[in-house]
């Protein structure tokens, strides 16, 4: 019997909202459950960039055709994909509509928790064994509850770190508030995230040529237009297909998450990032809002065995120190960065990166201390994660 994979993703089409609840709640000890569309092509594009192996297809009277032919249109573009039919069980029509389509099972709608889970279990052991890729993308994530210009800071020097080593680097900055990277690095952009979503199905190298925005160093940036935007109100099925996409030309990707509202996408985002890093400073309420989600995140069951602590503005004289702090967010420590108020003004005011501006600097010495510990664990190869889990495909820098 295979070991239970509980990091797994589940696809839900043409099923109501009640009833993406009802599995959503039913599956929490295996792993998450994303609604999507309806269509064959949408779907075998979103089975191969999560890595979902179990695909749940509502089915009832008014739509039994479209949803038979989705079913079989499914099996076979993906036969290895197991897909679960779900509907009203007391009607042995639907169920033996469903088997001839190629369901692999059928679970009534609001059958208890554990039945459902022990028949998606059967499911899975089943299963043939995935052939695993070979070459697998990074993503290193920086998340903190309250937005922060100074996250951007960090986020960018990651990033730019990870280029000028010759790596093929991405900074997607979805923090708030919005533009503070193009700003440090002195650049202008003509072409935002919510550009790259609504043109997702055309992102391939020669749109990332023309329209993405590129640094000297290498360093390719997809910032925010503004404040308004929140991931709350993106389509996942987008978002994931985006990052598919994303994931295939580049090797190294930095993502600042920090200050965009907790929602399942943030969640499901940071759960599957290589490296998450939560960022926070000294002051009591910034601790009261960080550790107030963590809590929650813990006890929602969102994995935390690949977090790490960063401390911004950290002042070794003031309470509390950085031991303190890792042990308040049980955490391990990744760094703390110092204020050095005046270097910081500096590089946005210049549109010049700190590491350049005084490479001496404190400040200057931890981001890049934390950028080469960020390589070196991204060059160990933390391993494929949920949904983020992508073949690399050859195409740009190797």
């Known amino acids: 019997m295979k070991a239970e994979n509980l990091d797994s993703t589940f696809l839900v089409s043409s099923c109501d909202s009640p009833e993406v609840e009802w599995l959503s709640s039913s599956l929490t000890g295996l792993g998450k459950v994303i609604p999507v569309g309806d269509t064959v092509e949408e779907l075998s594009r979103l ?8 695909v749940f297809i509502g089915i009832d009277h008014r739509h039994q055709v479209q949803q038979c032919t989705l079913i079989e249109g499914l099996i076979e573009a993906r036969p290895m994909t197991s897909v679960v039919a779900v509907g009203d069980g007391a009607d042995s029509d639907l169920v033996i509509a469903a088997m001839r389509a190629g369901a692999r099972d059928f679970i009534p709608y609001g059958l208890r928790a554990s039945e459902v889970t022990g028949l998606v279990r059967r499911v899975m052991t089943k299963m043939p064994a995935l052939p695993v890729r070979g070459e697998q993308a990074d993503i290193t994530l920086l998340y903190s509850a309250q937005p922060d210009p100074d996250a951007a800071l960090v986020a960018t020097h990651l990033a730019l770190a990870a280029a000028e080593s010759g790596r093929d680097t991405l900074l997607v900055d979805l923090g708030l508030p919005a533009g503070e990277s193009v700003a440090i690095l002195g ?4 072409f935002y995230f919510d550009d790259a979503l609504r043109n997702l199905r055309r992102i391939d190298s020669s749109v990332i ?112 120190d950085d031991a303190t702090l890792a042990r308040t967010y049980d955490l391990p420590l990744a760094a703390t ?22 490479r001496r600097d404190a400040l200057s010495k931890a981001l890049l201390q934390l950028a080469r510990q960020v390589g070196t664990s991204a060059s160990a190869g933390a391993g494929p994660l949920g949904w983020l889990t992508l073949g690399r495909q050859k195409g740009r820098m190797k």
């Open 47 to 54: 089975v191969e960039v999560m890595g979902a192996s179990v």
């Open 337 to 358: 960065l110092p204020l050095s108020a005046e270097l910081r003004l500096a590089s946005r005011n210049q549109g010049e990166p700190a590491t350049r501006l005084m």
């Open 209 to 320: 040529d023309s329209a993405f925005v590129q640094c000297e160093d290498g360093l390719w940036v997809l910032p925010l237009l503004d404040d308004s935007f929140g991931l709350e109100n993106c389509q996942s099925a987008e978002l994931f297909l985006l990052f598919g996409a994303l994931r295939q030309h580049f090797g190294h990707i930095v993502v600042n998450l920090c200050g965009q509202r907790d929602s399942e996408l943030v969640r499901a985002l940071a759960a599957g990032a290589d490296q998450l890093l939560w960022y926070v400073d000294q002051s009591v309420p910034c601790s009261r809002r960080n550790l107030g989600l963590l809590q929650r995140w813990r006890s929602d069951g969102i994995k935390l065995d690949r977090c790490q602590l960063v401390v911004d503005r950290y002042q070794s004289r003031q309470a509390p």
């Open 187 to 190: 650049v202008d952009g003509n």
